[in-house]
C-alpha cells in the first residue's frame, strides 16, 4: 500500500427545463491510469434529489475518470415529444489522488453542460 488518499467522486443532476432534479437516471463510473484503457469501477441511480451518493472510490493509480448518464429513460419518461436527442452523456476528467471530484450535470432535451463543483 502506498498511502495515496481516498479519490471520491459525487454528481447530481438537474433538469435545466423543468428546474427540477432528474431522479432515476442510471450512472456508470470508469476508471483508467496511466496508458491504461477505461474500466467500470462502480454503478449507481440518481435519487430523488438527482444525486449519486454511492458511487466508490476510485482504485489507486487512477489519472483518468469517465461519468456515464444514461438520460434517454428519463427524458422518455418526462417528456411525450419522440425520443432524446442525446441517449447518454458521458464525462471524462483527470484526477489527482486525494481529491474529490463533484460533477454536476445540466440536463435538457437538446443539451447538456457539466462542470466542477464542490
Not at 19 to 29: I, K, M, N, Q, T
Not at 45 to 63: F, H, N, S, Y
Request: glycine share 10%.
Amino acid at each position: 500500500m502506498s498511502g495515496e488518499e481516498t479519490t471520491s467522486v459525487s454528481t447530481h443532476i438537474l433538469d435545466t427545463s423543468t428546474g427540477s432534479p432528474a431522479g432515476s437516471v442510471a450512472v456508470e463510473l470508469s476508471a483508467r491510469g496511466t496508458g491504461d484503457h477505461y474500466r467500470v469501477v462502480g454503478h449507481s441511480k440518481t435519487d430523488t434529489d438527482g444525486r449519486c451518493k454511492d458511487l466508490p472510490a476510485l482504485p489507486e493509480g487512477t489519472t483518468h475518470a469517465r461519468l456515464t448518464f444514461a438520460v434517454e429513460p428519463y427524458l422518455a419518461r418526462s417528456r411525450a415529444a419522440g425520443a432524446a436527442f442525446f441517449p447518454e452523456v458521458t464525462v471524462a476528467f483527470s484526477v489527482t489522488p486525494g481529491e474529490h471530484y463533484h460533477l454536476p450535470l445540466l440536463l435538457n432535451p437538446f443539451g447538456y453542460s457539466v462542470y466542477r463543483g464542490s
